[in-house]
C-alpha cells in the first residue's frame, strides 16, 4: 500500500504513456460527466501498487488529501476482492446490507435510493475513477481466491490552470 512503499509511480519514465492515458480519461469525467470548462490541471499527487493475495480486506476510508482517485486492474484473479463504496447520501435505505452481495434477494432493483452501498467486480484492464472523497473499501467476497489481485492506485488533485481567465475565489491556485 502506499504506506509501505514510494507512492511516485507515476514519475517512472516508462509509465508516462500510461498515466497519460489516465489524465485523458480524467479529462473526460471532468468535462463530460461533471461539467465543469476546462479550467484543470491535472496533477497525480501519489501512484501505487496494491496487491492482494489472500482473502484479507483493506477498510473503509477515503483519500482526503486529493479529488480524484483511481484504480487501473493490471491482474484481477477469478474471486477476487471487488471495490465497495458507500453511499453516503442513501437516506431511503431500510436496512444496512439489504440489496448488497451479503443478502441478494432482499430488493427487487438496486439504485442509487435504496443502496446503503455498491461494489464493482473489475476485470483485468479496466480504470476506476471516484471523487476521492467517496468512502471505499475492498471486500473478498469468495474463500476461493488464489493468485495475485494486482492494481495500480492513485490521487489526483486539480489545480486552475493560469490561464488569466480564472477569477475564482475558491480551488486550488498553483504555487
Known amino acids: 500500500s502506499e504506506g509501505q512503499v514510494d507512492p511516485l509511480i507515476h514519475l517512472e519514465p516508462t509509465l508516462s504513456p500510461l498515466f497519460t492515458e489516465i489524465a485523458g480519461h480524467v479529462r473526460r469525467y471532468i468535462h463530460d460527466t461533471l461539467k465543469f470548462r476546462d479550467i484543470f490541471n491535472i496533477t497525480?499527487?501519489?501512484?501505487?501498487?496494491?496487491?492482494?493475495?489472500?482473502?484479507?480486506?483493506?477498510?473503509?476510508?477515503?483519500?482526503?488529501?486529493s479529488h480524484i482517485s483511481f484504480v487501473y486492474y493490471l491482474n484481477t484473479p477469478p474471486n477476487s476482492h471487488v471495490l465497495?463504496?458507500?453511499?453516503?447520501?442513501?437516506?431511503?435505505?431500510?436496512?444496512?446490507?439489504?440489496?448488497?452481495?451479503?443478502?441478494?434477494?432482499?430488493?427487487?432493483?438496486?439504485?442509487?435510493?435504496?443502496?446503503?452501498?455498491?461494489?464493482?467486480?473489475?476485470?483485468?484492464?479496466t480504470l476506476i475513477l471516484f471523487p476521492s472523497a467517496m468512502e471505499h473499501?475492498?471486500?473478498s467476497h469468495?474463500?476461493?481466491?488464489?493468485?495475485?489481485?494486482?492494481?495500480?492506485?492513485?490521487d489526483i488533485t486539480l489545480v486552475y490552470k493560469e490561464d488569466g481567465d480564472n477569477d475564482y475565489s475558491m480551488g486550488f491556485v498553483n504555487p
Open 84 to 125: 465497495k463504496f458507500a453511499n453516503a447520501n442513501n437516506l431511503n435505505g431500510l436496512f444496512d446490507g439489504l440489496n448488497t452481495s451479503d443478502i441478494k434477494d432482499g430488493v427487487r432493483e438496486s439504485n442509487e435510493l435504496n443502496a446503503s452501498s455498491f461494489h464493482i467486480n473489475p476485470e483485468e484492464g
Open 142 to 154: 469468495s474463500n476461493d481466491f488464489k493468485g495475485e489481485r494486482l492494481a495500480i492506485v492513485g
Open 137 to 139: 473499501c475492498t471486500a
Open 44 to 65: 497525480f499527487t501519489k501512484t501505487w501498487l496494491s496487491r492482494m493475495k489472500d482473502c484479507s480486506e483493506i477498510p473503509l476510508h477515503i483519500h482526503s488529501t
